[in-house]
């Protein structure tokens, strides 16, 4: 599209500056077919709303706004995803065997990241920008998932336990600790209309409370174990919230 | 709208008057069926009371509701096209819909050639066209950028003047 193809789709309606623009509609044939188009659309009437049809319609919205009298804002919550996420970090973390026997620097290392991720992801998840605040909540989540590679969960290069019995047991922990923030995500998200950023965001926050729970206590840091059973899972929890949460009804239409 | 996130119903009533009609003449447009239009326009309201703690103080209202009205109509179109018999069913009511029976025959020509685009371009013309709407101001409605608009905007109506043509021929 060209700089004047782009002013005269910006001219429709307005006659005079169409009208300035005629050397060039002669000689565009894309932008006369636009021209004409437009034109035509104004053929097209609308009925207007039944009076029986806003009546109804009025009484409905005046119930609803009568059984909800207080509006709650909407970081109420994102402050209760938060709590949720945190609590379930915090539970895994505090009150399962501690297997993880790096230095409490490095485990600080990774676990300051994957509270980054949980904290942008519930931001996020519930925000009614939730597209810009989505990037955030990907970079958090990349950098927090870069920060377990790098800083281990544990110091034992010469594990020798089965590769896929202590792989499965991580996995299935960090979906079994992202459990309780998806389900309150979902339930969350339905006051607003289903956005793929948002439940993106609502997946990684989840995925990264399953992470940060997990993180004390596994002894076996090498990256072969860490990517496809710590990482893995966190994403293929992420990447499935979004596909229920496209699924499921709202209850509003907001962004 | 600060009044009705604290529940001030007379705030309700005010926002009711001043744009149920316009909202109702959007969604006929936007999915051609005058009986959900109403039943959209009822769900936009129940939304806008709903999810009210999400408006953020100094965004147009007007662009707010217009943001609900048009996540209804997307959802709704989109459970209809999942239920292949239900969107014949759609398309059929929407003959007679809004004005259908009145219509000219140019009329049904650019309302069958408006029903035959698809819904993201449908979406930003009847925005663009029918509400007077720029494309910076359709951008912020849809959750797009002002270019993807715009893009979306120039290939509906390049797509309408065709499909008119295709429907004028065979007629």
């Known amino acids: ?255 | 709208m600060e009044r009705l996130r604290d529940g001030d119903a007379h705030a309700f009533e005010t926002l009711f008057d001043r744009h149920a009609g316009s909202l109702h003449r959007f969604l006929c447009r936007r999915v051609d069926d005058a009986a959900l239009a109403e039943d959209l326009t009822q769900e936009t309201f129940l939304s806008i009371i709903r999810a009210r703690g999400r408006y953020l103080l100094g965004r147009s209202f007007r662009g707010w509701l217009y943001a609900i009205a048009s996540n209804a109509a997307r959802h709704h179109l989109r459970a209809h096209r999942r239920e292949g018999a239900r969107l014949r069913e759609v398309a059929a009511s929407s003959r007679a819909a809004a004005g259908g029976e009145g219509a000219s025959v140019d009329e049904r020509a650019v309302r069958d050639a408006l029903a035959l685009l698809p819904d993201a371009q449908r979406e930003v013309i009847v925005l663009h066209t029918y509400e007077g709407m720029t494309f910076a101001q359709i951008a912020d409605v849809l959750g797009i950028s002002g270019v993807t608009a715009r893009v979306r905007g120039h290939r509906a109506y390049r797509r309408l003047r065709e499909l008119l043509a295709d429907i004028e021929e065979e007629r």
Do not use: K
């Open chain 1, 1 to 255: 599209m060209s700089t004047r193809c782009t002013r005269a789709l910006d001219s429709l309606g307005d006659p005079r500056a169409l009208a300035g623009l005629r050397p060039h509609l002669e000689t565009c044939a894309e932008c006369r077919a636009v021209v004409e188009a437009h034109a035509r659309l104004r053929e097209v009437r609308a009925a207007p709303l039944d009076p029986g049809a806003a009546r109804r319609i009025r009484e409905v919205a005046r119930a609803e706004l009568a059984a909800s009298p207080r509006a709650r804002p909407w970081w109420h919550g994102a402050l209760v995803l938060s709590g949720v996420a945190f609590g379930v970090g915090a539970a895994g973390a505090l009150l399962t065997s501690r297997a993880n026997l790096a230095s409490t620097a490095r485990q600080i290392g990774v676990a300051a990241p994957l509270v980054g991720s949980i904290i942008s992801g519930c931001w996020a998840a519930l925000s009614p920008v939730g597209r810009r605040w989505g990037t955030v909540a990907l970079a958090a989540a990349l950098v927090a998932a870069a920060a377990v590679v790098a800083g281990g969960s544990g110091l034992s290069p010469d594990w020798c336990g089965g590769y896929w019995e202590a792989g499965l047991r991580c996995s299935r922990a960090v979906v079994t600790y992202s459990l309780p923030p998806a389900a309150t995500a979902l339930f969350l998200q339905r006051g607003a209309a289903f956005s793929l950023p948002r439940a993106l965001a609502a997946g990684l926050c989840a995925g990264a409370a399953g992470a940060l729970a997990l993180h004390p206590h596994c002894a076996v840091g090498q990256p072969s174990h860490l990517v496809p059973f710590h990482l893995l899972p966190w994403f293929a929890v992420a990447a499935a919230l979004p596909l229920i949460a496209r699924r499921l009804a709202p209850r509003s239409f907001a962004p």
